[in-house]
């Protein structure tokens, strides 16, 4: 499977600086969205610091391959464990820092992060940062929110109208680097031809709805001009947040000219 990508960020209209952070590396097949919290610059310290981590873990495992993670569970590719495994480590990394740096102290972020590996998607997920899924027209949530009013929805003590106004919708219920240890919901999804993913953190979904967001990403196969203009969208709606985006789009090796894969092929042997 071959992975197109376009990954934007912006600071939005109201905030001073950006604190969140985007990872997408091909040639691990790992693509992160972290958007931090906490008081000062510690924000973007948690963000920054899940997105290195990950990276570096799972970087050494693919040196490492014989590695293998802690704790099993056979309903669970071997890829998802190691995504998992890497956002513990992340978790206990930046809990470590806001112990040892006052100015650090309570410091936290939420992560949406997908491994590919073959044709499988692996996905990590805490925090209210999303992952959808774009296909035959439709797209599809395929995270749920950590986040009090998401909660009270699912509860049926809310409803989305109610959520959406609440005062209380910034509020999260699970963060990396909060707590020594952290739940990190995991899954894996079978990847097809022509497959579109949108990583993002909660600037965006605060003031954009999903299908205003189907919308934009079917209006064009420009990813960076789609990338541009959802961010535009998340301003527009009142900018209360840093917005980042990162667009996926999954391509059958087979679907790519004959001519171009035998020049990437004769350009990697050359290399």
């Known amino acids: 499977m071959r992975t197109l990508h376009s990954a934007k960020s912006d600071v939005g209209l109201k905030r001073t600086h950006n604190e969140d952070r985007f990872l997408a590396d091909a040639s691990l097949g790992l693509y992160v969205v972290c958007d931090g919290m906490g008081g000062g610059n510690a924000g973007e310290v948690a963000s920054m610091m899940a997105i290195e981590s990950v990276h570096a873990h799972l970087s050494a495992i693919r040196v490492d391959a014989d590695s293998s993670p802690d704790i099993p569970d056979a309903n669970l590719s071997l890829a998802t464990h190691r995504l998992a495994t890497a956002v513990h480590a992340a978790n206990e990394a930046i809990h470590r820092a806001s112990w040892a740096n006052h100015a650090y102290a309570g410091m936290g972020t939420t992560i949406i992060a997908v491994l590919l590996s073959n044709d499988l998607l692996s996905i990590a997920h805490v925090g209210d940062s999303r992952l959808y899924l774009i ?60 497959d579109r993913f949108l990583l993002c953190s909660d600037g965006l979904t605060r003031g954009v709805r999903p299908a ?18 959802l961010l535009t969208m998340a301003n527009d709606a009142g900018g209360d947040d840093n917005t980042t985006v990162l667009l996926l789009n999954m391509q059958s090796e087979v679907s790519v000219p004959f001519w171009q894969r035998f020049t990437q092929g004769w350009l990697s042997k050359a290399s």
Request: hydrophobic residues 35%; without cysteine; glycine residues 6%.
């Open 135 to 194: 296909r035959n027209g439709t797209i599809d949530p395929l995270t749920a929110d950590h986040s009090w009013v998401a909660e009270q929805v699912r509860q049926g003590l809310l409803t989305e109208e109610e959520a959406e106004r609440s005062p209380k919708r910034n509020i999260v219920t699970r963060a990396l680097g909060v707590e020594h240890t952290v739940e990190v919901e995991v899954g894996e999804i079978p990847v097809r031809h022509g």
């Open 212 to 229: 205003d967001i189907l919308r934009t990403i079917e209006d064009t196969d420009d990813m960076s001009v789609t990338a541009d203009r």
